[in-house]
RNA sequence: AGUCUUGUAGUGUAAUGGUACCACGUCAGAUUCUGGCUCUGAAAAUCUAGGUUCGAACCCUAGCAAGACUACCA
């Protein structure tokens, strides 16, 4: 009945404290984007993540952006992150913001001053990395750590106050400076910023580092599980340190391997090189690996999901290879994108038995997967076609399939042909092919008893309508472009983009959707991009279809 | 250097002391009015060395390797 499927370590300790009615077994999660930056596809393995597990176990999850850094968070971004869970498919409990919380957080600050717990520093930044020491050997202690109580409470108030330039002090935890952990050792808990927040405005001119925000947001919002990556490992000492200071609610942080993704970067600060260096053309350049970007190309969010729910969640660091999402939108698009045909690299094919001012026209069924086809639409036939280019060959090759001197095929949808001749220039290229049809061998009422190994697809000339499609390849030439020692940026791949001015499609698709995904017959998938305008569509490659020719014709 | 985390086919990911599972990728074949889809099959893995045990991917010890941390970023 029901498949056992295996569970993920954070399904297995969610169960294990539902088992023992922790949080009278209630499940909380939340996700966390700082709003400085575009969603990428790493981000989307967390989303499925932390919605997928509240899903499973009957919870909630809560959008919170963590905005404790107002030089570099936006409105915009917020805005994005927003449309981009929404698109996903996820539904949050709560919209909220750690700016919320930062009345609430101030008075944490002070509870932890009255405990002896935190005091405020003069040192300068430099000062503070001195009294850290390594991590074999101790730090000391600043000069300033062993202010009274009043002077403490006095000198925050007068930080929040603006009494004090930015830099000016800081407030310190008061923990232990030989801890081995260097997250121990007395970390800021406050920093003086006279800058504009995107939602406080000029509300405070003192802001909490993350260490001093995230976990008592989390307890605020009474988050049980609060998931994140591996980096944070290090901070959980003192995630748990506060919470059981304050005496708040116990929220509890776990965590997994964060996704990267082969042919790719993945980090937010790469990403917005590309951006500002002109490697591409936005964050949502169709060649990134953001959210809007994957959705500009045509990837559509069930195969996200899917995506992620293949690539598993465990502690171990890894590197997804990209045919793995590949693999993801194809799936999905062959059940769901309508086949249209559309001739890329255009090469003038006539059928010189077929009257010239005669026209047909065929039916062609939208989806072949579904059972119903999910209707049809008309393909209108004449004497002559645009056929792809490399479906011809001069001097074929023995297992070459398509046209070629004396070769027959079937034209998708239409009759069977015979290439009797063809027509070169000065160059010696290729102009034109001549072919003759046979009658009997219309589709659907094919009675002429010929067997082809071929069929390739065509555009009516007469009836064709011209777009520009854009080709998108991996961005880089190698696996692994951020590795250490590298500078990513040599690495893009230059034809990474290739534009089509001018592909045939047939007449049909000149009313194509955007959103919605088409299969080229025999070229791939594709979608209509933003810059269409009416009469002058641009189409966007979202993924070839799997070729085991090309691989073929690579062997030799 | 110290602390922490992690080592299973090429890439991911299961097996929780008892036949190393599955997927992607790769290779071979069948089918096909898409060289797609679908179907069949194949090759391919427990970091190393000891120990405990009838039996170890799993438990213990010691190595080795990779990653994280030493921001007034998150």
């Known amino acids: 009945m029901s498949e056992e499927r295996s569970l993920n370590f954070l399904e297995e ?44 176990y009957n919870g909630q999850t809560n959008l919170r952006f963590d905005d404790t850094n107002p030089e570099k968070e936006e409105t915009e971004y917020v805005e994005s992150i927003k449309e981009d869970v929404k698109w996903l ?59 009274s109580v009043e002077e403490n409470l006095l000198l925050f108030a007068e930080m929040r106050d603006g009494k004090y330039q930015d830099g000016e002090k800081v407030l310190r935890a008061k923990i232990d400076l030989a801890s081995p952990n260097m997250h121990m050792r007395d970390p800021i808990m406050y920093r003086i910023r006279h800058a504009h927040h995107h939602r406080t405005g000029d509300a405070w001119c003192i802001y909490p580092m993350y260490d001093f925000a995230h976990g008592q947001s989390d307890s605020i919002e009474k988050i049980t599980h609060s998931v994140c990556t591996l980096e944070f490992i290090p901070h959980r000492a003192l995630y ?40 591409v053309n936005g964050w949502d350049d169709p060649r990134m690996p953001t959210i809007s970007a994957l959705r500009r190309r045509g990837y559509t969010s069930a ?39 559309a001739v890329l690299d255009p090469l003038k094919l006539v059928i010189t038995n077929y009257p010239e001012d005669q026209e047909e026209i065929f039916v062609g069924e939208n989806n072949p997967e579904a059972e119903d086809g999910e209707g049809s639409r008309e393909i209108p036939f004449s004497r002559e076609l645009w056929i792809e280019r490399e479906d011809f060959m001069e001097n074929p090759t023995k297992k070459y399939f398509r046209l070629g001197p004396g070769l027959m095929v079937r034209l998708k949808h239409a009759y069977i042909i015979k290439c009797d001749d063809f027509v070169k220039n000065e160059q010696g290229d290729i102009t034109e092919v001549h072919c003759s049809y046979i009658p009997e061998s219309k589709s659907g009422n094919d009675t002429s008893a010929i067997k082809v190994k071929g069929t390739i697809h065509w555009v ?97």
């Open 460 to 556: 009516s000339t007469r009836h064709a309508a011209q777009v520009e499609v854009r080709l998108y390849d991996r961005l880089f030439k190698v696996e692994d472009p951020g590795a250490e020692g590298r500078d990513f940026r040599e690495y893009v791949n230059p034809e990474s983009l290739q534009v089509i001015p001018s592909a045939y499609i047939e007449p049909d698709l000149a009313s194509a959707v955007p959103g919605k995904g088409y299969q080229f017959i025999r070229k791939g998938y594709f979608t209509l991009d933003k810059e269409s305008a009416p009469g002058q569509l641009v189409f966007n490659r979202t993924v070839t279809l799997k070729d085991t020719w090309a691989k073929e014709v690579k062997k030799g």
């Open 89 to 147: 498919g996820f539904e949050w409990q709560n919209e909220l913001y750690a700016s919320d919380y930062f009345s609430q957080l101030y008075d944490f600050a002070v509870m932890l001053i009255r405990k002896g717990k935190a005091y405020v520093d003069d040192s300068t930044p430099d000062q503070i990395a001195e009294q850290k020491g390594t991590p074999t050997e101790p730090g000391t202690p600043s000069p300033w750590r062993d202010r």
């Open 13 to 56: 300790i969610i169960e294990e404290d539902i088992r023992n009615g922790k949080n009278d077994g209630r499940v909380h999660t939340r996700f966390p984007p700082e709003p400085n930056g575009y969603l990428h596809i790493g981000h989307a393995k967390s989303i499925c993540l932390n919605f997928g597990l509240a899903q499973k």
């Open 240 to 279: 748990d340190w506060f919470i059981e200071e304050l005496e708040i609610f116990p929220s509890r942080q776990y965590e997994f391997a964060r996704l990267n993704m082969t042919y790719t970067v993945m980090s937010k600060r790469r990403l917005l090189q590309l951006v500002n260096e002109g490697f």
């Open 303 to 341: 195969s996200i999901r899917d995506f992620c729910d293949r690539i598993g969640v465990a502690k171990r660091e890894n590197i997804i290879d990209v045919s793995l999402l590949e693999f993801c939108v194809r799936e999905d698009l062959n059940k769901t994108a309508w086949r249209r045909m």
